[in-house]
C-alpha cells in the first residue's frame, strides 16, 4: 500500500487526536493528500483535502476541530482532531488525490 495509517484509538467525548498519513510506497510531497472516513454502516466520505501549497479544505462538520498538515522531511501527513464528538467514530483513510488505493485505515472511536 502506498500509505499507512496511524495513530488512532479510543478518546473520550471532547479529547483529541493526532492521525498519521505516512508514506509507504508513494511521497506524501507535492501532491493533493485526502483525508476519509467511514463510520459504521455507513459509506466512506471525504474529510479533508492538503494541497501541495499549503491550502486546506474540510467538510463542514469538522472546520475548526480538525486540521490536517504535513511533515514532508518525514513524508508524512498528519490530522489533528480535537474537540471529538461520538459521531465522528470511524475509520479514517488517508489517501493520494485521483488514486483509487486504499490503506487499513485507523479506527478512531470517541466514547465515555
Known amino acids: 500500500v502506498p500509505f499507512v495509517e496511524s495513530g488512532g484509538g479510543l478518546v473520550q467525548p471532547g479529547g483529541s487526536l493526532r492521525l498519521s498519513c505516512a508514506g509507504a510506497?508513494?511521497?506524501?510531497?507535492?501532491?493533493?493528500m485526502t483525508w476519509h472516513r467511514q463510520a459504521p454502516g455507513k459509506a466512506r466520505e471525504w474529510v479533508a483535502t492538503?494541497?501541495?501549497?499549503?491550502?486546506?479544505f474540510y467538510t463542514d462538520s469538522v472546520k475548526g476541530r480538525f486540521t490536517v498538515s504535513r511533515d514532508e522531511g518525514k513524508n508524512t501527513m498528519y490530522l489533528e482532531m480535537n474537540s471529538l464528538k461520538p459521531k465522528v467514530t470511524a475509520v479514517y483513510y488517508c489517501q493520494k488525490h485521483g488514486t483509487t488505493t486504499w490503506g487499513q485505515g485507523t479506527q478512531v472511536t470517541v466514547s465515555s
Open positions: 510506497g508513494d511521497s506524501v510531497s507535492d501532491e493533493i
Open positions: 492538503l494541497f501541495p501549497g499549503g491550502a486546506t
